[in-house]
């Protein structure tokens, strides 16, 4: 494990878009699979698994498209908000830290966030096919239970990651807390015997059959 970290961190060194592109694509990738297994696993009906794999296809796009944003963006924050350096730290630092980390947090939560989940929504809408009318649809139903699904988990996640994670990590971290965030939400949709699977950015969130039907009637 230590060597393939090694070997990931020497190639990212040297093509960190494109490692990240491949590494961000392939998490998504693996997320969605992982909340299809869990969705087939929790519903009342029978039969083999089938996977859909357009729409881990879509994630794979998804989470590819994603990478470079993300890593530009996190440059950003760490120019904007910098860390104090170690000796600063030790001494009278830590409440520099604390304002540097919670700076960069509200940032991305404020700013991000909300345009990550609006951009989700759009591009997994014309990806599958449907036009501009649905995607409004979407974003009128889906966008703030999203946006609060996403406020009770990230701030804490992003806390650490800008805090404590090197740069170059940030991207694999939160993609790898993605997954299994994913998997979570998706196990607690299919306990709900009301719930209609939808999928976000980062969580799944719990749409009732009235919203789906109010969806329905603006498309």
């Known amino acids: 494990m230590i060597g393939i970290l090694r070997m990931w961190t020497a190639l990212a060194e040297r093509q960190p878009i494109l490692t990240l592109t491949v590494t961000n694509g392939t998490l998504g990738g693996v997320g969605d699979l992982l909340a299809q297994l869990i969705e087939k696993r929790n519903s009342k009906g029978s039969g083999r698994f089938r996977w859909d794999y357009k729409r881990t296809l879509r994630f794979v796009s998804w989470g590819a498209l994603c990478a470079p944003l993300f890593h530009k963006w996190y440059l950003f924050l760490n120019k904007q908000f910098p860390l104090p350096q170690q000796l600063q730290?030790?001494?009278?630092?830590?409440?520099?830290?604390?304002?540097?980390?919670?700076?960069?947090?509200?940032?991305?939560?404020?700013?991000?966030?909300?345009?990550?989940?609006?951009?989700?929504?759009?591009?997994?809408?014309?990806?599958?096919?449907?036009?501009?009318?649905?995607?409004?649809?979407?974003?009128?139903?889906y966008f703030w239970p999203t946006l609060a699904a996403n406020y009770a988990v990230w701030p804490a996640v992003q806390a650490v990651n800008f805090g404590f994670v090197p740069t170059i990590y940030r991207v694999p971290f939160s993609s790898i807390v993605s997954i299994f965030w994913n998997a979570f939400i998706s196990w607690a949709n299919a306990q709900s015997a009301t719930a209609v699977d939808v999928p976000v950015e980062t969580p799944h969130t719990k749409i009732t059959p009235r919203q789906a039907e109010r969806i329905d009637s603006k498309v």
């Open 89 to 141: 730290l030790q001494s009278n630092g830590k409440r520099a830290f604390v304002t540097a980390v919670a700076q960069r947090v509200a940032t991305d939560q404020c700013i991000y966030a909300p345009m990550g989940i609006a951009g989700f929504f759009i591009a997994m809408n014309y990806m599958e096919g449907k036009d501009w009318a649905s995607a409004k649809a979407r974003l009128s139903s």
